[in-house]
């Protein structure tokens, strides 16, 4: 009888154990995904993705006993919270408040990108880029794809505006005797958002045909990737298009409109920033499965994709 009652109580225990840290690892991915959904970035995204990877390497070297790696990977996880912090303060702050007003409904609602009908916006833009061309008035549009850019990327801000996008503007802008011509406009959806805009400059070696502006276009490409950029040559009038680094050039009108409308065709399913629980799950754990298989090397445990 007496070591009938031990073996229950035995089993009750390590059934709480086993309760307990699932509740853990619960928590954990329900403040994860807390986070992602007030910074609502989607590059933040894949840095999230890897401070929870450095907590589960750490978790696996104090079950292991591995003291020394352990005590790494703390230091690593102390010093990348309060990096990440300090770069997303804003953010934070904004949790913070929300927890603290019991919002806890929109700490889990997803803040979904919200898709203008681009067909409007995009006939003003190429309207205005052909008029700037004709009278050779060196412009630098920067237009959204798929997510905030982060004014971190800017050299310099710029005045910000909250317009609605007309080709009247956008020439009135980049008249030479107004005081913002000089920099880049940012378009973000339907609206311009700022114009005076100073931008990184492409580090890269290009032709002695490029100016400021086209550097800049190309700076700011390769640094951001859901961005492109929109140029007007001052001295030729010729209509470049930037992304990812790379400079498409010369460009017709027609051309340009038909680049603009295949990357902001209203049928693209723009992807959420914050997954849902189950699937940030899965990409942890295939993640953590990949990365003890190289580490052990062992063969690797991933799906593979069907033929």
Not at 69 to 93: H, I, N, P
Not at 148 to 160: I, L, N, T, Y
Not at 230 to 250: D, F, K, Q, Y
Request: proline share 3%; with cysteine; glycine share 6%.
């Amino acid at each position: 009888m007496g070591n009938w009652w031990k073996q229950w109580l035995i089993t009750l225990m390590g059934s709480q154990s086993l309760l307990l840290k699932a509740l853990d690892i619960l928590l954990v991915m329900a403040l994860t995904y807390m986070m992602l959904i007030v910074i609502n970035e989607r590059r933040t995204l894949w840095m999230v993705q890897g401070f929870i990877l450095l907590i589960l390497a750490s978790a696996l070297s104090g079950q292991w006993k591995l003291n020394l790696l352990k005590f790494v990977l703390d230091k690593l996880v102390v010093g990348s919270a309060v990096a990440m912090a300090v770069a997303f303060q804003s953010e934070f702050r904004r949790f913070l408040e929300q927890l603290g007003r019991g919002e806890f409904r929109q700490l889990f609602q997803p803040s979904r990108l919200v898709v203008p009908k681009y067909d409007n916006v995009i006939d003003e833009i190429v309207d205005a880029v052909k008029e700037l061309s004709k009278n050779r008035i060196g412009a630098l549009l920067i237009l959204e794809t798929s997510g905030m850019v982060d004014e971190r990327d800017f050299s310099v801000p710029g005045v910000k505006l909250n317009a609605e996008v007309s080709k009247e503007l956008i020439q009135t802008i980049f008249q030479p005797k107004t005081l913002l011509h000089d920099g880049a406009t940012l378009i973000r959806g339907s609206r311009i958002a700022a114009s005076g805009i100073i931008l990184p400059l492409s580090g890269r070696t290009a032709s002695r045909q490029l100016g400021t502006r086209h550097r800049a276009a190309m700076g700011i490409t390769e640094r951001v990737e859901n961005c492109i950029c929109v140029v007007v040559s001052e001295e030729t009038g010729s209509i470049s298009l930037a992304e990812r680094g790379n400079l498409n050039r010369p460009l017709t009108i027609t051309k340009l409109k038909e680049s603009l409308e295949a990357r902001f065709a209203p049928t693209v399913d723009r992807e959420a920033v914050a997954p849902g629980l189950f699937s940030l799950g899965r990409q942890i754990r295939s993640q953590v499965l990949a990365f003890l298989s190289r580490l052990l090397g062992l063969p690797s445990t991933a799906p593979q994709d069907k033929k």
